[in-house]
């Protein structure tokens, strides 16, 4: 199917195809661990389930597909994908990374790879002169996140991958907010691009899944034993999941950008708000690049409020978010950095990131966009009713 001119659109719906034995048109799921081997010298595609099975060969081929990479690897998790693509490092070596980057992610290459002898140092990604300076002689990966969590920061990919290129590092590109269907690292030039299928991919927010992809054939090769090696795979009964939601991404996240454009717009008029982080607004600072580089804002945004008291006010004061961590679901998430994705940073080093006690992050799920509105509008209102009394108190 890939050689066939098809959007991403309709690929999603058709790149496995139907089972070739039945012609079942969703995929068997192949629980087997072990698989009989025909012949005494010559054994088949698949042995042992670690290494390779026909449900995860599914989602893997189907992951190369959307990325436009040569092979995919499904993983337990979003970490598990990321954990095991850092192993492709060595002792001795450094990694340069975005200082706007996952929570999980910050605490595998501060607490984790340092006892490998893996070095690191964070840079302000969005500043190509910074990350110019900041490469070392055993830099051997620069690690993105684009949009940035959870202030939706953007990173110039094509800008840093002719740094890495020229300095000769590969490059990493956490790929969860955006997806294939809004952005393809590969096309412009990232080496290995990760996921949280967790999230959007997946959707719906009961399975946790994460995948890696490459466009580079020698890297590929690593991944693969490294994912062998380090047996983090993503179980049949999850890939499966996957495969379902997988279906439905394009209807998701259009509907779902759609309306966090909206609720931005809305966000953006009420005095509460002091300021809304989304791509998609005009005067975001990094726009223009998202435009040249992406397909779309995506369907999360932030915005801050005064301070804690007003924030833990409209949390309690909406019905229709959950108030939990995560994002990308068919169900809108509130959620609070400073307590959630980022509980684990000193304050100070918070604030200075702009991540202050009144910042609130909503992934905008599937439900009425009007609805949602009125919902955030009561929850705002809530807050100058508590503002009023205060001065009345005074
Ligand atoms: C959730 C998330 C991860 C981690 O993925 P898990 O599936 O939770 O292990 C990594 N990166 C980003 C941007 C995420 O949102």
Redesign the pocket.
Known sequence: MSKKPFSLQTSLIHSHGFDKETGAVSTPLHHATTFHQQDFDQYGTYDYSRSGNPTRETVEETIAELEGGVRGFAF???????STSFLLLSSGDHVLVSEE?????YRMITEVLTKFGIEYSFVNMKDLHEVACSIKHNTKVIYM?TPS?PLLNITDIEGVVKLAKANGCLTFL?N??MTPLLQRPISLGVDVV??????FLAGHSDV???LAVTGNEEIAGKLAFLQNSFGAVLGAQDCWLLLRGLKTLHVRLKESSESAYKIAAFLEKRSEVEEVYYPGLSYHPGREIQVRQAEGPGAVLSFRLKGEEEAKQLIQNVNIPVFA????AVESILSYPSRM?HASMPKAERERRGITDGLLRLSVGLENVDELIKDLQNGLDSIQKINRKNVINL
Do not use: P, Q, R, W
Not at 194 to 199: C, E, G, I, Q
């Open positions: 337990s998790s979003g970490m598990a994908a990321i980057v996952y929570g999980g992610t996140e969590n956490d969860t907010f990760l996921h949280s299928a967790t999230k946790l899944a994460g961590v995560s994002l990308g994705s």
